[in-house]
T-cell receptor, first 112, second 113 residues
Framework: GENVEQHPSTLSVQEGDSAVIKCTYS??????FPWYKQELGKGPQLIID?????GEKKDQRIAVTLNKTAKHFSLHITETQPEDSAVYFC???????????FGKGTRLSVIA | SAVISQKPSRDICQRGTSLTIQCQVD?????MFWYRQQPGQSLTLIAT?????????ESGFVIDKFPISRPNLTFSTLTVSNMSPEDSSIYLC??????????FGEGSWLTVV
């Protein structure tokens, strides 16, 4: 089955700097890669996703890149703000009705 | 997007008791899943809730401990049976359609004492 590795487990950046979180997956049939942000006391909120027919997707300060050959995808947050502090999870999913498989999460701290 | 309502949002339960968590979606969805998130951990899939038939459980999760119902395309329940402190977790309902975005509810935060 699918296995998703996520790095780093914790990340501290200065406000205004960029943050990058990386994930690798094992199943070459996976074709959907979402990123979720989980704030304290809340459920995971989808922030961006990418499908296997696209190499990069951007939404304001957030971008995701996908390298299918290498089976890895990354989340990029530019101009970080204190409210970006949260736990971020990557996930991967194959075709059809298969469920998401999650990475172990990255705790991002943005220091003002 | 789908709006997902989970009840209860939080509960404190006595060990040995059972609790049923409800997941209600504002539109019909093909897929419904239940995840567990233990304190400080990632999300682990418990089972896929299948409409009108038995749920499909992941390794390490069994129907006697986590019975699931899904009577229609907008509603599902997860029961945590004979609870112990190790069951203290967030239980999350997740929904979507094949090939499309997967959404999560806010979770049900259970503490077993």
């Amino acid at each position: 089955g699918e296995n998703v590795e996520q790095h780093p487990s914790t990340l501290s950046v200065q406000e205004g700097d960029s943050a990058v979180i990386k994930c690798t997956y094992s199943d070459s049939a996976s074709n959907y890669f979402p990123w979720y942000k989980q704030e304290l006391g809340k459920g995971p909120q989808l922030i961006i996703d990418i499908r296997s027919n696209v190499g990069e997707k951007k939404d304001q300060r957030i971008a995701v890149t996908l390298n299918k050959t290498a089976k890895h995808f990354s989340l990029h947050i530019t101009e970080t703000q204190p409210e970006d502090s949260a736990v971020y999870f990557c996930a991967a999913r194959g075709s059809g009705n298969t469920p998401l498989v999650f990475g172990k999460g990255t705790r991002l701290s943005v220091i003002a | 997007s789908a709006v997902i309502s989970q009840k209860p949002s939080r509960d404190i339960c006595q060990r040995g008791t059972s609790l049923t968590i409800q997941c209600q979606v504002d539109s019909q969805v093909t897929m419904m899943f239940w995840y567990r998130q233990q304190p400080g951990q990632s999300l682990t899939l418990i089972a896929t809730a299948n409409q009108g038939s038995e749920a499909t459980y992941e390794s390490g999760f069994v129907i006697d401990k986590f019975p699931i119902s899904r009577p229609n395309l907008t509603f599902s329940t997860l029961t945590v049976s004979n609870m112990s402190p190790e069951d203290s977790s967030i239980y999350l309902c997740s929904v979507g359609h094949p090939g499309n975005t997967i959404y999560f509810g806010e979770g049900s935060w259970l503490t077993v004492v």
